[in-house]
Every structure is written in structure tokens, then in C-alpha cells.
């Protein structure tokens, strides 16, 4: 759990004995390849915590079609965070691509986490900004860059995500087709 507390710390002041009650309600999970970690239609309760591993985050149409909406890698939060705010069922899947080691960090221990850790409402404030600027560039970018400065910024976003994820799922990401995605990859390498 050193890696959750490393990270929290990075964002707040946290005092040992906080670390200590905070990291006890929360607890370590492994997800397969390919394993849905959080489905549609639930209440979501969790925040993952991710210390190895990637995950994608989708939603499937009216059609019953796969989109990618994000995804989450090492030593980031992910969940489906309006779900998780609004008590609302969720509208997203989250799914492991990898062999996948998350820390959980149920409700229970952030509700505590905001009523007793010094700079707790900080910390929740400081994950939902993050999270909230990260999804508002990422719509902006899909209307005002270019598929290639897209590509680009996801490369850097993502390193090795080519090597992680499948390439129907990048497109996805990107919003553009598969062949498209190809076209763009083959004129880096010329």
C-alpha cells in the first residue's frame, strides 16, 4: 500500500497514523486479462487505485457498439466517478486489459478519509479536479485536434499503449476507424 500512500502524499500532508487508519480500509484486488471490474446498471462503490496494470474504460451504444472513453494506467484513480459522486448507476464498464493489480478504496474509507484526514476533502477536491480537467481536455481535443496530434497526445499520455492494447480499441479512442489508425501509424514510420 506504500504506493497509494506515496501518491496521497504527493497531493496533501498526510500524517503517519492518518497512512495508517486510512491504508486499513482499504485492500488489494488482482483483475485477469479481460475481467470487468465495474459494470453498467450497478451502483459503483469503489475507487481503484491502479498499481499494475491498464484499464480501459467503455460504454456500447444504442447499436450494442464497443466505444473506449478512457483509459487508466499505472499509479492513477479510475472509476466511474459521476456514478460513484451521484449514487446513480453507471453508464460505463470498466475493463481490465492486462493481468491487472488494483488497490480498492471502498466508500466507507473515503467517507472516512474526508471526515478525519486532516486534508481529506482536499484530497477527494484535488482527484475530481484532476479527473474533471483531464475528461474536459480530452472532449476538447477530439473537436479541435487533428487525428494525428490526437495520436500523438495519447502516445505521450500512454506510453507503450500499442503494446498493451488493441488497436481497434486505440482507434476507438481516438475516434477514428482502424484503418485510419493504420494510415497514421505507416506515415510516422516513412
Not at 64 to 81: C, K, L, P, S, W
Not at 137 to 143: A, G, V
Request: with cysteine.
Amino acid at each position: 500500500m506504500e504506493i497509494l500512500k506515496n501518491a496521497i502524499s504527493q497531493m496533501i500532508t498526510l500524517s503517519e497514523r492518518e497512512a495508517i487508519n486510512f491504508m486499513s480500509m482499504c485492500y488489494r484486488r488482482k483483475f485477469k486479462k479481460k475481467e470487468i471490474l465495474s459494470q453498467d446498471e450497478k451502483i459503483i462503490d469503489e475507487v481503484y487505485f491502479i498499481e499494475r496494470g491498464i484499464i480501459r474504460v467503455k460504454i456500447i451504444d444504442l447499436a450494442g457498439t464497443e466505444h473506449t472513453v478512457h483509459f487508466a494506467i499505472e499509479n492513477q484513480f479510475i472509476a466511474d466517478y459521476r456514478a460513484f459522486l451521484t449514487r446513480e448507476k453507471s453508464s460505463y464498464l470498466l475493463e481490465s486489459m492486462e493481468d491487472t493489480e488494483v488497490i480498492v478504496l471502498p466508500k466507507e474509507g473515503i467517507d472516512w478519509g474526508y471526515k478525519h484526514l486532516q486534508e481529506g476533502e482536499k484530497l477527494g477536491r484535488l482527484i475530481a479536479e484532476y479527473y474533471f480537467t483531464y475528461l474536459d481536455k480530452r472532449i476538447e481535443h477530439l473537436y479541435t485536434l487533428s487525428p494525428l496530434q490526437r495520436y500523438n497526445l495519447m502516445n505521450q499520455i500512454f506510453p507503450n499503449i500499442h503494446n498493451r492494447v488493441p488497436q481497434h480499441m486505440i482507434a476507438s479512442y481516438l475516434g477514428i476507424t482502424p484503418i485510419h489508425l493504420s494510415r497514421i501509424k505507416k506515415s510516422r514510420l516513412s
